[in-house]
Protein backbone atom coordinates (compact mmCIF):
# COMPACT_ATOMS: atom_id res chain seq x y z
CA UNK A 1 0.00 0.00 0.00
CA UNK A 2 1.34 3.55 -0.75
CA UNK A 3 1.45 6.15 1.87
CA UNK A 4 -0.19 9.75 0.83
CA UNK A 5 2.51 11.51 -1.32
CA UNK A 6 2.12 15.39 0.54
CA UNK A 7 4.47 18.75 -0.62
CA UNK A 8 3.20 20.88 2.13
CA UNK A 9 4.07 24.70 1.39
CA UNK A 10 1.53 26.53 4.11
CA UNK A 11 0.07 25.65 7.56
CA UNK A 12 -2.66 27.56 8.95
CA UNK A 13 -3.69 27.23 12.17
CA UNK A 14 -6.91 27.84 14.32
CA UNK A 15 -8.88 29.57 11.70
CA UNK A 16 -12.71 29.20 10.47
CA UNK A 17 -12.56 29.24 6.48
CA UNK A 18 -15.08 28.40 3.66
CA UNK A 19 -14.76 24.86 2.55
CA UNK A 20 -13.78 26.44 -0.94
CA UNK A 21 -11.17 28.04 0.34
CA UNK A 22 -8.94 24.65 0.86
CA UNK A 23 -6.05 24.88 -0.61
CA UNK A 24 -3.77 22.04 -2.20
CA UNK A 25 -0.40 21.32 -0.47
CA UNK A 26 -1.51 23.16 2.70
CA UNK A 27 -1.60 21.41 6.50
CA UNK A 28 -4.91 22.64 8.62
CA UNK A 29 -4.64 21.65 12.22
CA UNK A 30 -7.56 23.10 14.78
CA UNK A 31 -9.23 25.01 11.57
CA UNK A 32 -13.20 24.91 11.30
CA UNK A 33 -14.58 24.86 7.53
CA UNK A 34 -18.36 25.86 6.85
CA UNK A 35 -20.23 25.67 3.71
CA UNK A 36 -20.11 23.72 -0.03
CA UNK A 37 -16.84 22.43 -1.52
CA UNK A 38 -17.74 22.41 -5.26
CA UNK A 39 -14.08 21.26 -6.55
CA UNK A 40 -13.97 18.07 -8.05
CA UNK A 41 -10.49 16.93 -6.44
CA UNK A 42 -9.30 17.57 -3.23
CA UNK A 43 -5.49 16.81 -3.44
CA UNK A 44 -2.31 17.32 -1.04
CA UNK A 45 -3.99 18.37 2.28
CA UNK A 46 -3.22 17.76 5.51
CA UNK A 47 -6.34 17.80 8.48
CA UNK A 48 -5.64 17.79 11.69
CA UNK A 49 -8.09 17.90 14.62
CA UNK A 50 -10.62 19.91 12.37
CA UNK A 51 -14.06 20.42 11.61
CA UNK A 52 -16.12 20.51 9.01
CA UNK A 53 -19.97 21.68 8.32
CA UNK A 54 -22.22 21.57 5.55
CA UNK A 55 -19.81 20.16 3.08
CA UNK A 56 -20.96 17.81 0.29
CA UNK A 57 -18.95 15.07 0.09
CA UNK A 58 -20.80 12.86 -2.15
CA UNK A 59 -18.14 11.87 -5.10
CA UNK A 60 -15.49 14.02 -4.39
CA UNK A 61 -12.26 12.91 -5.41
CA UNK A 62 -9.34 13.05 -2.94
CA UNK A 63 -5.61 12.23 -3.75
CA UNK A 64 -2.94 12.30 -0.93
CA UNK A 65 -4.98 13.12 1.97
CA UNK A 66 -4.37 12.78 5.60
CA UNK A 67 -7.29 13.36 8.31
CA UNK A 68 -6.12 13.06 11.79
CA UNK A 69 -7.73 13.09 14.83
CA UNK A 70 -11.39 13.94 13.37
CA UNK A 71 -14.72 12.96 14.26
CA UNK A 72 -16.61 12.04 11.03
CA UNK A 73 -19.26 10.13 12.61
CA UNK A 74 -22.25 9.89 10.51
CA UNK A 75 -20.51 11.21 7.73
CA UNK A 76 -21.88 10.90 3.81
CA UNK A 77 -18.93 9.74 1.98
CA UNK A 78 -21.45 7.95 -0.77
CA UNK A 79 -19.32 7.25 -4.28
CA UNK A 80 -16.36 9.05 -2.98
CA UNK A 81 -12.75 7.86 -4.42
CA UNK A 82 -9.85 8.04 -2.36
CA UNK A 83 -6.35 7.52 -3.28
CA UNK A 84 -3.20 7.25 -1.49
CA UNK A 85 -5.49 8.70 1.77
CA UNK A 86 -5.20 7.90 5.39
CA UNK A 87 -7.74 8.20 8.26
CA UNK A 88 -5.53 8.35 11.52
CA UNK A 89 -7.26 8.54 14.91
CA UNK A 90 -10.71 9.65 13.57
CA UNK A 91 -14.26 8.46 14.35
CA UNK A 92 -16.06 7.60 11.61
CA UNK A 93 -19.36 5.45 13.17
CA UNK A 94 -21.95 4.99 10.90
CA UNK A 95 -20.52 6.42 7.93
CA UNK A 96 -21.64 5.63 4.76
CA UNK A 97 -19.10 4.49 1.93
CA UNK A 98 -21.51 3.27 -0.03
CA UNK A 99 -20.18 2.62 -4.39
CA UNK A 100 -17.07 4.08 -3.34
CA UNK A 101 -13.86 3.60 -4.87
CA UNK A 102 -10.66 3.31 -2.21
CA UNK A 103 -6.99 2.40 -3.14
CA UNK A 104 -4.23 2.83 -1.29
CA UNK A 105 -6.62 4.30 1.60
CA UNK A 106 -5.35 3.10 5.24
CA UNK A 107 -7.80 3.54 8.33
CA UNK A 108 -5.05 3.38 11.79
CA UNK A 109 -6.73 3.35 14.90
CA UNK A 110 -10.23 4.39 13.66
CA UNK A 111 -13.57 3.53 15.10
CA UNK A 112 -15.83 2.22 12.08
CA UNK A 113 -18.40 0.53 14.00
CA UNK A 114 -21.68 0.48 12.09
CA UNK A 115 -19.89 2.19 8.85
CA UNK A 116 -21.47 1.23 5.61
CA UNK A 117 -19.08 0.09 2.61
CA UNK A 118 -21.23 -1.86 0.53
CA UNK A 119 -20.71 -2.01 -2.90
CA UNK A 120 -17.19 -0.42 -2.84
CA UNK A 121 -14.46 -1.20 -4.77
CA UNK A 122 -11.46 -1.44 -1.96
CA UNK A 123 -7.83 -2.00 -3.10
CA UNK A 124 -4.44 -2.60 -1.73
CA UNK A 125 -6.31 -0.58 1.29
CA UNK A 126 -5.48 -0.97 5.23
CA UNK A 127 -7.32 -1.25 8.24
CA UNK A 128 -5.07 -1.61 11.36
CA UNK A 129 -6.16 -1.00 15.40
CA UNK A 130 -9.47 -0.50 14.09
CA UNK A 131 -12.63 -1.11 15.32
CA UNK A 132 -15.26 -3.00 12.63
CA UNK A 133 -17.61 -4.28 14.68
CA UNK A 134 -20.96 -4.58 12.96
CA UNK A 135 -19.49 -2.89 9.63
CA UNK A 136 -21.26 -3.82 6.53
CA UNK A 137 -19.08 -4.87 3.85
CA UNK A 138 -21.83 -6.24 1.17
CA UNK A 139 -21.41 -6.62 -2.41
CA UNK A 140 -17.60 -5.20 -1.91
CA UNK A 141 -14.92 -6.14 -4.46
CA UNK A 142 -11.96 -6.48 -1.83
CA UNK A 143 -8.12 -6.81 -3.91
CA UNK A 144 -4.69 -7.17 -1.54
CA UNK A 145 -6.34 -5.39 0.96
CA UNK A 146 -4.83 -6.15 4.74
CA UNK A 147 -7.15 -6.36 7.93
CA UNK A 148 -4.31 -5.97 10.70
CA UNK A 149 -5.41 -6.02 14.56
CA UNK A 150 -8.90 -5.05 14.12
CA UNK A 151 -12.51 -5.94 15.89
CA UNK A 152 -14.86 -7.71 13.34
CA UNK A 153 -17.39 -8.94 15.46
CA UNK A 154 -21.22 -9.06 14.09
CA UNK A 155 -19.77 -7.64 10.26
CA UNK A 156 -21.69 -8.24 7.32
CA UNK A 157 -20.10 -9.72 4.10
CA UNK A 158 -23.07 -10.76 2.83
CA UNK A 159 -23.25 -11.41 -1.64
CA UNK A 160 -18.82 -10.71 -0.64
CA UNK A 161 -16.31 -13.17 -2.45
CA UNK A 162 -14.15 -13.89 0.24
CA UNK A 163 -11.32 -15.84 -1.65
CA UNK A 164 -9.26 -12.43 -1.55
CA UNK A 165 -9.39 -12.17 2.18
CA UNK A 166 -6.87 -12.82 5.39
CA UNK A 167 -8.47 -11.93 8.39
CA UNK A 168 -5.64 -14.35 10.61
CA UNK A 169 -5.25 -10.89 12.18
CA UNK A 170 -8.53 -9.84 13.09
CA UNK A 171 -10.85 -10.70 16.04
CA UNK A 172 -14.08 -11.92 16.08
CA UNK A 173 -16.61 -14.41 17.31
CA UNK A 174 -19.06 -14.47 14.55
CA UNK A 175 -19.25 -12.85 11.12
CA UNK A 176 -22.27 -12.92 7.85
CA UNK A 177 -21.17 -13.55 5.16
CA UNK A 178 -22.76 -16.27 2.02
CA UNK A 179 -21.66 -19.47 2.58
CA UNK A 180 -21.32 -19.76 -1.49
CA UNK A 181 -18.63 -16.71 -1.37
CA UNK A 182 -16.79 -18.46 1.53
CA UNK A 183 -13.95 -20.65 -0.34
CA UNK A 184 -10.33 -19.07 -0.20
CA UNK A 185 -10.82 -17.64 3.18
CA UNK A 186 -7.71 -17.49 5.39
CA UNK A 187 -8.51 -17.43 8.97
CA UNK A 188 -6.84 -19.20 12.49
CA UNK A 189 -7.90 -22.72 14.23
CA UNK A 190 -9.39 -20.48 17.13
CA UNK A 191 -11.69 -18.72 14.40
CA UNK A 192 -13.53 -21.02 12.87
CA UNK A 193 -16.20 -21.66 15.36
CA UNK A 194 -17.16 -18.18 14.42
CA UNK A 195 -17.63 -19.33 10.98
CA UNK A 196 -19.20 -23.00 11.41
CA UNK A 197 -21.53 -22.29 14.13
CA UNK A 198 -23.19 -20.33 10.79
CA UNK A 199 -23.80 -23.75 9.49
CA UNK A 200 -25.55 -24.65 12.18
CA UNK A 201 -22.84 -26.63 13.75
CA UNK A 202 -22.56 -26.96 17.68
CA UNK A 203 -19.58 -26.99 19.04
CA UNK A 204 -19.12 -29.42 22.25
CA UNK A 205 -16.20 -30.79 24.76
CA UNK A 206 -18.68 -33.58 25.84
Not at 11 to 28: F, K, M, Q
Not at 58 to 75: A, M, N, P, R
Not at 76 to 86: A, G, H, Q, S
Not at 172 to 196: M, N, Y
Request: glycine share 4%.
Amino acid sequence: MRKPVLHIEEERTDETLAANAIEPETAYKNCHFEGRYDLPKMREVRFQNCTFEGINWKGLELLDIEFSSIDFSGIEFEEIVCYRTEFNNCKLTGANFIQSLLVDTAFIETRLESSNFSLCKIRECLFQHANLKEIFFQEVAFKKTEFDTVELDGADFSDTNLAQLDLRKAEFDWLIFSPQLLKGLKIRPDQAAGIVIQFGVKISES
